[in-house]
Structure formats: structure tokens, C-alpha cells
């Protein structure tokens, strides 16, 4: 089992199809770093102009995280420039770099530029794919599979680890997570890949019954419009 937190997986990848919810994990993994240790948060999500790790960006400063986006982000301009700053995470000493990356082989590409940075560092590198299997391209390990393929391929990196997100935002239920967890658990008996982990709600974790360690998420990037559901 591989723990999101060791300090073994400094460089902590983090992918997922739109709607994974990897975003959510990688603030909250940032926010709930030990406030001795130096953490940067990469957003390298070049495809979704929604519910990007940057938006945090204010909060995240005033909790002592470092935050790196592309140079465009959050703005109208189509194609967002990678800053020269994110070469710089490999070369300094923080604790934790956790990268927020676009969840297809398009957004992987942008990964995929790192690679040999990536490779002097690849016994503290780790790379975790977020399912949702709520979402339309993510509701089969058939489907799964093909997206961890394509995103492995693309970014040169293999997947660590599976992380079972299955929600429907305020609807969700314990079965919901749980059968997710039943379809995970088959792609990484497929894929080879030995640790899965079960995100979620609080209150939806404790009432499930789920067989991998699991992570409590709470939500930070819900739009106003979902605020109260």
C-alpha cells in the first residue's frame, strides 16, 4: 500500500478524467500538510478552465502552500503558457509537490515535458489516477483502462495508484462508493497496480463498507449554485 503522505512520494502526481474530483484531493492533500513541511502545488490541468487548483491559489498561499499555474490560467486566453518556475520544484528542497494534471493524453502531454526531471527523481515520484465511475468516460473498468493507458503512455509515467472517488457530488451514496470501489479494485488487478484508496465525504466513508484504506475529502471547489445541496 502506498500513503498518499509519505514523504517516500515527494512528488506526487495526481490525474483524472473531468469530473474526478483529483482537484479536490490535491487541495486537500495540501491543506493538510504538516505545517512544517514546505509544499508546492503544480496545477498543470491544461484542459479544464473549471475547478482548477488555481482558484485556491489565495487560500492555499495564506496556508503557507507555494502555488504554481500556468501563465494564462483562469483567464480568456485559450492556450495557458507553462512557467519556467515549475522546473524549479525539481531542483529545490520542498518537502511535497503535488502535481494537479489534466486527465487525458492531452493533458498529460504537458506531464510528458517533465519527464526526464521526473526520472532523476522516479524513487520519490508517484503517480495516482483519480476514477469517478459516476462520470460518463470513467463507468467501466473497461473504460478505465483505456483512459490509465492512454495517460500512462502520454505521460511517461506508470500509475502507482488507483484512487476510487465515485460520487454524484450531494447524492451521493455508501453504495455508490462502494461499488466503485468493486470496479477499481478490478482495474488494478488488471493494470498490475497494487494500492487503491477510497476518497470521500466524511459522513459517506463512515457509513460504507469498503475494503481499501480510505482518505476524507471535503469539498472546496463547490460553484455557488451547489453550495446548498
Not at 47 to 68: C, D, H, I, M, T
Not at 101 to 128: I, K, N, W
Not at 153 to 161: A, D, E, F, T, Y
Amino acid at each position: 500500500m502506498i500513503d498518499l503522505k509519505d514523504k517516500q512520494n515527494r512528488f506526487l502526481v495526481l490525474t483524472g478524467n473531468y469530473g474526478s474530483g483529483k482537484t479536490e484531493i490535491a487541495i486537500n492533500l495540501a491543506f493538510s500538510a504538516n505545517e512544517h513541511e514546505k509544499v508546492t502545488l503544480v496545477d498543470l490541468d491544461i484542459v479544464n478552465p473549471y475547478f482548477r487548483s488555481g482558484e485556491k491559489a489565495e487560500q492555499l498561499r495564506q496556508a503557507g502552500v507555494r502555488v504554481l499555474m500556468p501563465v494564462f490560467a483562469l483567464t480568456t486566453v485559450d492556450i495557458p503558457a507553462l512557467p519556467p518556475e515549475i522546473q524549479s520544484v525539481f531542483e529545490q528542497p520542498y518537502d511535497r509537490i503535488i502535481f494537479d494534471v489534466g486527465g487525458d493524453d492531452t493533458g498529460a502531454a504537458a506531464l510528458g515535458r517533465y519527464y526526464p526531471s521526473f526520472m532523476a527523481h522516479r524513487e520519490e515520484t508517484c503517480m495516482a489516477l483519480v476514477v469517478n465511475c459516476m462520470r460518463p468516460l470513467t463507468r467501466t473498468a473497461d473504460d478505465i483502462i483505456d483512459l490509465a493507458a492512454r495517460i500512462s503512455n502520454r505521460g511517461r509515467l506508470p500509475i502507482s495508484i488507483l484512487i476510487n472517488n465515485t460520487n454524484l457530488a450531494g447524492q451521493t451514496t455508501p453504495e455508490m462508493l462502494e461499488e466503485g470501489e468493486r470496479t477499481v479494485s478490478e482495474c488494478a488487478e488488471r493494470l498490475g497496480v497494487h494500492s487503491v484508496i477510497n476518497a470521500g465525504m466524511p459522513h459517506i466513508l463512515a457509513k460504507s463498507y469498503l475494503i481499501h484504506p480510505q482518505m476524507p475529502v471535503c469539498r472546496t471547489m463547490v460553484p455557488e449554485w451547489m453550495e446548498d445541496e
